[in-house]
Nanobody, 124 residues
């Protein structure tokens, strides 16, 4: 059971990146998905999450209207499309999968499976 995040990099402010998270060892279609980030010296924060059906999503206020979470169950992969990036989006981004209960509260982060981080750096 593993999640592998990729797609991070260096981008100028206003640019876009798409992060990917590939699942192996389990069927992603049955799980809620999430993205978190941690900037240097700061606590980890939830960025976005979606339940298994995709019918319920959550976005942090700081990314609403700019980031979009999506999934491709056929590829067992989910994504975070990040547009209009700002320097304050600079962080290590982590992907996670878990039960749909994680969507019952915006602050819940008790996902059962976590990927390694991918660095996103936005220059001004």
């Amino acid at each position: 059971v593993q999640l592998q995040a990729s797609g991070g990099g260096l981008v100028q402010a206003g640019g876009s990146l798409r992060l990917s998270c590939a699942a192996s060892g389990f069927g992603l279609e049955y799980y809620a998905i999430g993205w978190f980030r941690q900037a240097p010296g700061k606590e980890r924060e939830g960025v976005s999450k979606a339940n298994s059906s995709g019918g319920k999503t959550y976005y942090a206020d700081s990314v609403k209207g700019r980031f979009t979470v999506s999934r491709d169950n056929a590829k067992n992969t989910f994504y975070l499309q990040m547009n209009s990036l700002k320097p304050e989006d600079t962080a290590v981004y982590f992907c996670a999968a878990g039960g749909d209960l994680v969507l019952t509260d915006p602050n819940r982060d008790d996902f059962t499976c976590w990927g390694q981080g991918t660095q996103v750096t936005v220059s001004s």
